[in-house]
């Protein structure tokens, strides 16, 4: 007689497996997420590649080699446009078939969540206007998007995507042509949208970007603040000197004594063997006439200077005139075409806010009479207009729009102007014939706001809302090689920065 065979029970890891097949077999299943939600999620990842792609500079197209764009969230994009786009076709591949091959119930679930993320990130470059920096149209339309209605026309593509997808029986579409209709239109559509979004990022990378742009550089200065700079033509190069580093305690700051010159696209450290004492807002100009970089004044750590400095591009030199304003910081330099020399004006020392002038001739200071009504005027903003021949200025004691010609000050009262401000830098584009102001202190608030003067009147830029954070004390220039305004450093309430902007005027 044959003994019955006895089965032994299921050891725990006979259990896991079977557990591991029932779970493959269920989530690898049908039924299967309908084929119209998986092309409404290829749709929604292009639509948010072509927003980020819409949104870069004409640098970014310009050299895929180096290529710097912009983020997501403003920050700075290291990623080349086809690297950036190679990488999209695999996440894409990757989720088309996990939405393809899954259960409905898990993949229904990868899908809201990606929807979600795509339309959180495509709403952020919209409300912070990243894509409207290639087109004013755009930047009229973001400006006045608002979140919550995005969000609102969202859900309902969403719901009636949802409705002729997962219909219930009773609401069936029993007419074929209707039926018909919808499928031939849900396949029409993202078709055409997918074109617009291609033809957009053609646009884009032909036509350059507007607004700030962010400038990757390597090898820069640490963070600055109060640094001063001045702009050789001979050389196309900026030069700047001093500035803070940062706060040592006791009320006493590191002043910097490095020289740095920027070429249009790098930023390069100029060693010499001797170098004038580390300050911060100093006054430089160039000497258009003798070819150097004149400096003068400035304070460290509370004591006010009164040494001439020039720069060859080299070395510097200390010059010891007879006779040189007093010891004062806070004054701004100009080099005058029709005087042919450097102009100093302002300042403040020895307790007192000046409003006093002189001119430098490479070997002494002069004095300059100016006629009754000239403002005091410390930690102000002035440039030069060459092809109008005046200084202008927009002062922070008095407050207020000025033109200087000759030996007199004249106030002018546009109908708007910026708010009265200190520690603001003020340069002059010769190409738009426009005065450019960013940012500067005012009571108690750092601000980062743009505007350009014609001659006549103010215009604040307001269409971009990528820009540089709010500071003070950073230094701005013409650039004549990229023939643009640039940007650099200074502080804001709770930082010292060391990143470089470029600002590309909307009519570009």
């Not at 993202?190 to 350059?208: C, D, N, T, Y």
């Not at 030069?239 to 940062?246: A, D, I, R, W, Y």
């Not at 920027?262 to 000497?287: C, E, F, L």
């Amino acid at each position: 007689m044959q003994e019955p065979q006895t089965t032994n029970p299921p050891t725990p890891i006979d259990r896991f497996r079977q557990w591991i097949k029932t779970l493959v077999g269920n989530t690898f299943s049908a039924p299967y997420l309908p084929i119209l939600l998986t092309v409404f999620y290829i749709t929604t990842v292009i639509t948010h590649l072509a927003v980020v792609l819409m949104s870069q500079p004409l640098s970014y197209w310009n050299n895929p080699q180096n290529a710097v764009g912009l983020g997501m969230f403003g920050e700075k994009l290291s990623m080349g446009a086809v690297p950036l786009i190679v990488l999209t076709i695999i996440y894409l591949v990757i989720g088309t078939l996990l939405l393809s091959f899954m259960n409905y119930r898990w993949s229904f679930i990868g899908w809201l969540t990606a929807e979600f993320l795509h339309f959180f990130l495509i709403q952020e470059m919209i409300s912070n206007c990243y894509i409207s920096r290639w087109s004013v149209l755009f930047g009229g339309v973001c400006q006045s998007m608002d979140d919550g209605l995005f969000w609102v026309i969202g859900a309902i593509v969403v719901g009636i995507l949802l409705v002729f997808t997962f219909q219930p029986a009773e609401f069936s579409l029993e007419n074929k042509k209707i039926q018909k209709g919808i499928s031939y239109t849900s396949g029409f559509i993202p078709v055409v949208w997918i074109v617009v979004l291609v033809i957009g990022v053609i646009l884009s990378a032909q036509k350059p970007a507007y607004g700030w742009v962010p400038v990757e550089v390597k090898n820069g200065p640490g963070p600055l603040r109060e640094a001063e700079s001045a702009y050789d033509i001979k050389r196309n190069r900026l030069v700047m000197f001093g500035g803070q580093e940062s706060y040592i305690g006791n009320e006493q700051w590191n002043y910097k004594t490095d020289t740095w010159e920027w070429d249009g696209n790098q930023w390069i450290n100029m060693p010499s063997q001797k170098v004038p004492q580390g300050r911060a807002d100093h006054g430089m100009a160039y000497d258009e006439k003798r070819g150097v970089t004149v400096l003068f004044g400035g304070v460290n750590n509370g004591q006010r200077l009164s040494d001439t400095w020039e720069w060859d591009g080299k070395s510097w030199k200390e010059i010891n005139p007879p006779n040189y304003p007093s010891m004062r910081s806070g004054h701004e330099m100009i080099y005058d075409q029709v005087r042919e020399k450097i102009i100093m004006y302002g300042g403040y020392g020895n307790d007192i806010f000046y409003n006093d002038a002189w001119e430098w001739d490479g070997k002494n200071w002069t004095w300059i009479p100016l006629e009754s009504g000239a403002p005091t005027a410390s930690v102000f903003a002035l440039a030069y207009d060459p092809n109008q021949n005046y200084a202008f200025g927009f002062l922070s004691g008095t407050g207020g729009t000025w033109h200087w010609e000759e030996n007199t000050w004249t106030r002018f009262y546009p109908e708007i102007e910026p708010s009265n401000r200190g520690w603001s830098t003020l340069v002059y584009d010769p190409i738009r014939e426009l005065f450019f102001i960013f940012g500067g202190y005012s009571q108690d608030i750092w601000l980062n706001d743009t505007w350009t003067y014609n001659g006549s009147e103010w215009k604040e830029f307001t269409s971009s809302g990528v820009k540089p954070s709010a500071r003070a004390d950073m230094v701005v220039w013409y650039d004549p090689i990229r023939e643009h305004v640039m940007l650099f450093g200074g502080y804001g309430a709770d930082a010292i920065y060391n990143d470089t902007w470029e600002f590309i005027p909307p009519e570009e």
